[in-house]
């Protein structure tokens, strides 16, 4: 994972436009993974559901940790918000809810 340059944090305040794209995943509390091309993500969780965690090198199933070493690129979705990331590259999304069910819905700036 890199860090966000100049221009993703540009993207990133841009409108969606005709490139940009929206999937889901529907997630439980066990482990769900999507692929993500490049781009400028907005994740938003109904507010309806309960809070999630995400990464983008490895599972959930642990996540948060109790004790010990954190997950280095490890997130959480809280219920109603909108979480923004970067991915420099296609990249593995790893999520779960923490408890019952709920959809996570990714809307993609493309990078330019």
Request: without cysteine; charged residues 10%; glycine residues 6%.
């Amino acid at each position: 994972m890199s860090i966000a340059t100049p221009a993703d944090l540009r993207a990133a305040s841009h409108p969606f436009d005709a490139l940009t794209g929206l999937r889901t995943l529907d997630l439980t509390t066990s482990d769900a993974t999507i692929s993500l091309a490049a781009g400028v993500y907005e994740a938003f969780l109904p507010s309806a559901a309960a809070l999630a965690v995400a990464s983008l090198t490895g599972v959930t199933t642990a996540m948060p940790p109790a004790t010990g070493v954190a997950e280095v690129t490890g997130f959480m979705l809280p219920p109603g918000a909108v979480v923004t990331f970067v991915l420099a590259t296609t990249t593995t999304l790893h999520a779960r809810i923490t408890s019952a069910t709920g959809t996570l819905y990714l809307h993609r700036k493309a990078l330019s």
